[in-house]
């Protein structure tokens, strides 16, 4: 069984988070969406349960999507998940050589590969930070947030 992972801390899972794993999911029998656990305390961040809860609605309808917590090195919680991938998206050029970097730590450290997923054009502008940053100030964002029909 094929098994990828996408991880992060989706406060909140955005458009564009949603456009990556529709995307990876055929390369996959299995996509587990780990979202980090409470152990980061950032400010005004939702509890892992009530984003697991967000992200798990959102996906409800697909059996091969898992949504878990998960805690310390994105290579441990894939190798407790059995995948042998790690899915990330990548907007721009700062946002590559990032994940190149940890991509290249994260094989040494343990073989598994990470698969790079472009953004699509129009959703490159879009971050988590972003979405926050205009509900700070009372903006409407649910166009950058992901609904199912």
Do not use: C, W
Request: glycine residues 6%.
């Amino acid at each position: 069984m094929r098994t990828g992972i996408f991880v992060g801390s989706f406060n909140p899972f955005t458009i564009g988070h949603d456009s990556i794993v529709t995307r990876a999911l055929p390369l996959f029998d299995r996509l587990v969406i780990g979202v980090v656990g409470d152990q980061v305390h950032k400010p005004d961040m939702p509890s892992a349960e009530e984003r697991i809860k967000a992200i798990s609605d959102l996906y409800a309808d697909e059996p091969r999507i898992e949504v878990k917590p998960y805690y310390g090195l994105a290579v441990d919680f894939a190798r407790a998940e059995n995948a042998h991938f790690i899915v990330k998206g990548v907007r721009s050029v700062k946002d590559f050589e990032y994940e190149r970097e940890q991509a290249d730590i994260n094989r040494q450290l343990s073989g598994i590969e990470t698969i790079l997923l472009y953004s699509e054009p129009q959703y490159s502008s879009i971050s988590s930070t972003m979405v926050r940053e205009l509900q700070h100030f009372g903006v409407d964002v649910s166009a950058y947030l992901p609904k199912r029909q």
